[in-house]
């Protein structure tokens, strides 16, 4: 009852109510990583809330005991990750799976999800911040399309990749399907991928640091790559685009979730 009364109170977005943190869980069935319609009815509500600049929301995924520690770590990760698809007009952190509790139990199939404000956090070593995805933003990359300036640089906003990956996360669909709009209404545009790190070293800002996908030392370069590889898949002439990975060459001095990014440059206009 009380975590019941805690959701309503932040879903009528009442500020004088946040003084502490808000916790609620959402239940799998065995097995099940997928929301069904009532879980999305639930997340629906917290999304109507007004003051989302306000809070950060930290998301845990969790499995019962029955099967195997890799595959019980994979499926709370799955379940955390689609609960995440879901709130990312949020600033997310950490959204990671934890894999099995104690007991076979079936509240134990759950994703917790936790509410607090941005004022309280205090940073951990190791997580991972994951700024909104805004249709602002998406309008914005349009207008800056149809002033187009040779040399200009703009931040691909919504694009986003797995830890210390080159692997495209499915919510940067979006992003990606508008990016794909405009380079197809804009076809006298050539352009440059320009692939950034975070957390470099800015006494070696030219080296980069490990794809654990690969081994490779060139997440910078291989992110890069991943976007024009999936523009060129759907369509995207590769005459008009190329990339390059920066490593640690131009911070932006905002902060580890700024420089942990994907350019795009306007390198010609035909």
């Known amino acids: 009852m009380k975590a019941t009364l805690a959701f309503l109170i932040f879903v009528m977005g009442a500020q004088t109510y946040a003084q502490e943190d808000l916790l609620f869980s959402i239940y ?7 929301l069904d319609h009532t879980h999305l009815t639930r ?3 917290l999304n109507k809330v007004q003051d989302k600049a306000l809070y950060d929301v930290h998301i ?3 499995t019962n005991s029955i099967g195997s520690g890799p595959y019980n770590l994979e499926l709370s990760r799955k379940r955390a990750e689609e609960v995440k ?9 950490s959204s990671i799976g934890h894999g099995a509790l104690g007991t076979e139990a079936a509240n134990n199939r759950r994703v917790e999800v936790l509410f607090h404000l941005k004022s309280r956090h205090i940073p951990l070593p190791g997580e991972r911040i994951e700024l909104p995805i805004r249709l ?4 914005n990359l349009a207008k800056r399309f149809d002033m187009p300036i040779v040399g200009e640089k703009i931040a691909l906003a919504g694009i986003l990749f797995y830890p210390d990956q080159d ?3 499915d919510e940067s669909v979006p992003a990606l399907e508008r990016l794909i709009g405009l ?4 076809r006298n545009l050539k352009f440059k991928l320009i692939g950034h790190i975070c957390c470099g070293d800015p006494e070696r800002p030219a080296m980069d640091v490990i794809n654990t996908r690969t081994g490779e030392k060139n997440l910078s370069e291989a992110r890069a790559r991943s976007v024009y590889l999936y523009l060129l898949k759907k369509g ?25 990014r994907v350019e795009i440059e306007i390198t010609s206009i035909d």
């Not at 799998?28 to 997928?34: E, G, I, L, N, P």
């Open 167 to 169: 692997v495209i996360m």
């Open 60 to 62: 845990k995924g969790f």
């Open 43 to 45: 997340i629906d509500s």
């Open 28 to 34: 799998f069935d065995h097995d099940q990583y997928t």
């Open 85 to 93: 698809k879901q709130l990312r007009s949020f600033t997310i952190i």
């Open 236 to 260: 995207i002439d590769r005459r008009r685009m190329r990339y390059i990975g920066m490593a640690y060459r131009q911070p932006t001095k905002k902060g580890d979730e700024f420089d942990r």
């Open 183 to 186: 380079l197809n209404y804009h």
């Open 136 to 139: 602002d933003t998406l309008a």
